[in-house]
């Protein structure tokens, strides 16, 4: 549902880098980034560490949910599933097979703005994980058996997501938060487009996307970078340059919202109220102090809105919401911050967005107390320190940074820009970004409860 652009959560192995956050917010010891281009167009990174002798390496694609036609939701998350799937000289299932054999990890995923895929394994397999990645980069086949099979899984998986009140919920806000820009829609994608998505409609997006002049290399481990040149010359050199890449969402940008928008939908298992507001690109500087006001509203036991709206009232000994929050969705291009009340009595809906509102508009008027700033900015540290101490993770960093901003080590920088964030910045955001006629309200009644 939410990607927040600094609190990184990920699994791997641990980095020799041993990262220290100061009191001023100071990050020391920062690992160093090495970045160079191929012929072709294909961008690497590489970061050496001695840690473990383990590698990280990452394809990313510059390719998600709004890269699709809009009658073909879904195609981008199709490639997630038959990018293992076999290719003109890999059978299939046996990259996946090969990695884990070498006592290796394999993944992938899909988001509105990328595609990436995920090898860890020891590091002096290195050669083998490049050379597996440069042939599906170019090699995949188009079978209609096993895009039928991979079809249906994707299908099962929306179904599930449709099972998911919040999920829905969540879904349908975005519909009605973005009148123009494909962010209206997730990397899930739709059943019926996925039905009428045929072979050829799914070898166009891959021979427009998964080129080398729309990827980047990310390798992180105990490896050099000249072995990783080397390695990237070897196997993703003869692949020729791709034609420039379309972008349809540069042709669909969200207009500006100059009146509130709310819509009472059917009613759920459980009853929700999604408040949302429409938040600058990533690499807008703006967006660090917005931020620091979602985590000061919605992040944490102590935040505003789960005090106001999960804690019992003295006096009725009664609680509005069962479950409350806010999150920064943060996109390559405008994104959202969302609060949630999730509720079970049908009277309770107003008052929840009354109640968000009230919140929010208190941050407006006098801004985040020094205790609020200081537990934000310190939440975003420890989440940047932990996300430098593995491989993996180090590797999703960069690849993310890549996609939202278009250097790789700009996340590097986050936390020292976070730390700068003010009371009156977090003040003069709220005003400007999260205005009451700029809201999306979306209230979900819950279904009547059966005694």
């Given at each position: 549902?939410?990607?927040?652009?600094?609190?990184l959560?990920f699994?791997g192995?641990?980095?020799v880098?041993?990262?220290?956050a100061?009191?001023?917010?100071?990050i020391?010891?920062?690992?160093?980034i090495?970045?160079?281009t191929?012929?072709?167009?294909?961008?690497?990174?590489?970061?050496?560490?001695?840690a473990?002798?383990?590698?990280?390496v990452?394809?990313w694609?510059?390719a998600?949910?709004?890269d699709?036609?809009?009658?073909?939701?879904?195609?981008?998350h199709?490639?997630e599933?038959?990018?293992?799937?076999?290719?003109a000289?890999v059978?299939?299932?046996?990259?996946?097979?090969?990695?884990?054999?070498?006592?290796g990890y394999?993944n992938?995923a899909t988001?509105?703005?990328?595609t990436?895929?995920?090898?860890t394994?020891?590091?002096?397999?290195?050669d083998?994980?490049i050379?597996?990645?440069a042939?599906?980069?170019r090699?995949?086949l188009?079978r209609?058996?096993m895009i039928?099979?991979?079809?249906?899984v994707v299908k099962?998986?929306?179904?599930?997501?449709?099972?998911?009140?919040?999920t829905?919920?969540?879904?349908?806000?975005?519909?009605?938060?973005f009148?123009?820009?494909?962010?209206?829609?997730?990397?899930?994608g739709t059943i019926s487009?996925?039905?009428?998505?045929?072979p050829?409609?799914?070898?166009?997006?891959?021979?427009?996307?998964?080129?080398?002049?729309?990827?980047m290399?990310?390798?992180?481990g105990?490896?050099?970078?000249?072995q990783?040149?080397?390695?990237?010359?070897?196997w993703f050199g003869?692949?020729p340059?791709g034609?420039?890449?379309p972008?349809?969402s540069?042709?669909a940008?969200?207009?500006a919202?100059?009146?509130?928008r709310?819509?009472?939908?059917q009613?759920?298992?459980?009853?929700l109220?999604?408040?949302?507001?429409?938040?600058p690109?990533?690499?807008?500087?703006e967006?660090?102090?917005?931020?620091?006001a979602?985590?000061?509203?919605g992040?944490?036991?102590?935040?505003?809105?789960?005090?106001r709206?999960?804690?019992?009232d003295?006096?009725?000994?009664?609680?509005?919401?069962?479950?409350?929050?806010?999150?920064?969705?943060?996109?390559?291009?405008p994104?959202?911050t969302?609060?949630?009340?999730?509720?079970?009595d049908?009277?309770a809906g107003?008052k929840i967005?009354?109640a968000?509102?009230?919140?929010?508009?208190?941050?407006?008027?006098?801004g985040?107390?020094a205790?609020?700033?200081?537990?934000?900015?310190?939440?975003?540290?420890?989440?940047?320190?932990?996300s430098?101490?593995?491989?993996?993770g180090?590797?999703?960093a960069?690849?993310?940074?890549?996609?939202?901003t278009?250097n790789?080590?700009?996340f590097?920088?986050d936390?020292?820009?976070?730390?700068?964030?003010?009371s009156?910045d977090?003040q003069?955001v709220?005003?400007?970004?999260?205005?009451?006629?700029?809201a999306?309200?979306?209230v979900?009644?819950?279904?009547?409860?059966?005694?």
């Open positions: 549902m939410h990607v927040r652009l600094l609190a959560a699994a192995t641990t980095l880098v041993a990262p220290i100061h009191a001023k917010g100071t020391a010891n920062l690992p160093t090495e970045t160079f191929l012929a072709n167009g294909l961008s690497v990174a590489v970061l050496h560490t001695d473990a002798p383990v590698v990280a990452q394809v694609y510059h998600g949910s709004k699709e036609p809009r009658d073909r939701r879904g195609s981008a199709m490639f599933h038959m990018m293992f799937k076999g290719t000289h059978r299939a299932e046996f990259h996946a097979q090969s990695i884990n054999g070498l006592g394999v992938a988001d509105e703005d990328a990436h895929y995920i090898n394994l020891p590091a002096e397999h290195l083998y994980a050379e597996l990645e042939e599906r980069m090699n995949l188009f209609k058996p039928d099979v991979e079809r249906e099962e998986e929306i179904r599930r997501q449709e099972n998911s009140p919040i829905k919920g969540f879904l349908r806000f975005l519909g009605v938060a009148t123009k820009h494909p962010y209206a829609w997730t990397a899930g487009d996925l039905d009428a998505t045929t050829d409609d799914l070898k166009k997006f891959y021979d427009a996307y998964y080129q080398p002049n729309n990827a290399l990310v390798v992180v105990k490896v050099t970078a000249a990783v040149k080397a390695a990237a010359e070897k003869p692949i340059k034609a420039d890449v972008r349809p540069k042709d940008q969200e207009p919202q100059t009146q509130k709310k819509e009472l939908a009613p759920n298992q459980i009853g109220v999604l408040v949302g507001f429409h938040l690109a990533a690499r807008d500087p967006i660090y102090a917005l931020q620091v979602s985590i000061v509203l992040t944490g036991d102590s935040s505003r809105l789960k005090q709206l999960e804690r019992e003295p006096k009725t000994k009664v609680r509005l919401a069962v479950q409350a929050g806010m999150e920064s969705v943060v996109r390559e291009e994104g959202l969302v609060a949630l009340g999730a509720f079970f049908p009277a107003d967005e009354a968000i509102q009230d919140e929010i508009e208190k941050l407006a008027k006098t985040p107390s205790d609020e700033l200081r537990k934000a900015k310190n939440q975003v540290q420890s989440g940047f320190v932990f430098l101490e593995n491989a993996q180090l590797a999703e960069i690849g993310r940074s890549w996609i939202l278009g790789p080590s700009a590097l920088g936390v020292d820009q976070i730390e700068k964030v003010t009156a977090v003069r709220v005003k400007a970004y999260l205005a009451p006629d700029k999306t309200v979306v979900i009644p819950p279904k009547p409860r059966t005694p």
